[in-house]
């Protein structure tokens, strides 16, 4: 089964940066999607940032400029480099995973926490 591993989480100073991974462990083929989503206390989950098979990426404007998403096709890893981190960034940050036919599949989280 496939099963998606985050790290790179942990406590920073505001202005510092953080580098998050996301490793696809399982019988993979192929994968479409991959990005990272976050959630904060009493806050819906959102979108941080997604890059497609093809390398293209989408950012909502609270993190362009200042997070860039990679991934490494032969490795089934997905990165997020965070800089200029600002508390606001403080939240669980999820790994998602998009597998052809087989569908999405989320990881654990991982704690990212800003302070000021």
């Known amino acids: 089964q496939v099963r998606l591993v985050e790290s790179g989480g942990g406590l920073v100073q505001a202005g510092g940066s953080l580098r998050l991974s996301c490793v696809a462990s399982?019988?993979?083929?192929?994968?479409?999607?991959m990005g990272w989503y976050r959630q904060a206390p009493g806050k819906q989950r959102e979108l941080v940032a997604t890059?497609?098979?093809?390398?293209?990426?989408n950012y909502p404007d609270s993190v362009k400029g200042r997070f860039t998403i990679s991934r490494d096709n032969a490795q089934n890893t997905v990165y997020l480099q965070m800089n200029s981190l600002k508390p606001e960034d403080t939240a669980v940050y999820y790994c998602?995973?998009?597998?052809?036919?087989?569908?999405?599949?989320w990881g654990q989280g991982t704690q990212v926490t800003v302070s000021s």
């Open positions: 998602k995973v998009d597998i052809s036919i087989w569908g999405n599949y």
């Open positions: 399982g019988s993979i083929r192929r994968i479409n999607v």
């Open positions: 890059v497609t098979s093809a390398g293209f990426t």
